[in-house]
């Protein structure tokens, strides 16, 4: 389980993912009342390390009830079958790692490569308006996306950007992933400062690193700069 605190994004970002996502899924019996769709596509993008898999241990622990389907391009083969896992236990959500690889503009795929495009549309396409059944799929190529399914309502109906840790970020990430140690204010912000355009995975490796040396020069938890 990911706690909200432990997910730093940008505010921006999370009330998009609260609204579209958590919000969404909890005004589902209204919605499905009022004669709206209940089924919905999000993407996920930005570089690679930017939390995007981490975000979605967050969604997924705050999910009541839900089942996650996890997908990768190496089983996306095997789409039908999650779809089925996914109808059975729905509420679901169905994420597709990396759909890039999967999904590229027609112009750059090959014969098997559409083949398994046309599969995942076609498994979007095939579900009820009412089906409880969310698709969050993730990407850290977006401009290289079909159309057909980046542009498209209903399949995708809203892109949220991941982005590269801000000073605030890279300050939250610093204490968050050094959070055993004791860091003076001076290395703090001396490592948001020289991290900057760094991703969120990148700073989590600094401050192993970081806890290392400590050990190997003293033992202890306590890194200063200097």
């Known amino acids: ?22 919000n969404f899924v909890e ?42 389907l996890i997908i ?57 308006e009412d089906a409880d059944i969310l698709f969050v799929l993730t ?5 290289q996306l079909e159309g057909a399914l980046a542009n498209r309502p209903g399949r995708i109906d809203q892109a949220i950007e991941i982005p590269l840790p801000d000073d605030v970020g890279r300050t939250k990430l610093v204490q968050l992933y050094g959070r055993g140690l004791r860091l003076d204010e001076a290395l703090i912000n001396e490592a948001v400062r020289r991290t900057r355009g760094v991703s969120a995975a990148f700073i989590k490796e600094l401050m192993r690193r970081t806890a290392q040396a400590g050990i190997g020069r003293d033992g202890g938890a306590a890194i200063k700069s200097t």
Do not use: F, W
Not at 36 to 58: A, C, D, V, W
């Open 139 to 143: 990407t850290n190529r977006p401009e």
């Open 1 to 22: 389980s990911v706690e909200r605190a432990n997910v730093i994004l940008p505010e921006t970002t999370l009330k998009l993912l609260d609204r579209n996502i958590l």
């Open 72 to 128: 990768t391009a190496a089983q996306v083969e095997l789409l039908g079958t999650y779809m089925n896992l996914a109808r059975l236990l729905q509420p679901a959500m169905v994420v597709i790692e990396d759909v890039d690889l999967i999904a590229r503009d027609r112009e750059m795929m090959g014969p098997c490569e559409e083949s398994l495009l046309n599969k995942l549309l076609n498994e979007m396409d095939g579900l009820k």
């Open 27 to 68: 005004h589902r019996a209204r919605l499905r009342q009022l004669g709206q769709s209940t089924r919905k596509g999000i993407l996920l993008y930005g570089p690679p390390g930017t939390g995007k898999t981490h975000t979605i241990r967050y969604l997924a622990g705050h999910l009541p009830g839900h089942t996650t």
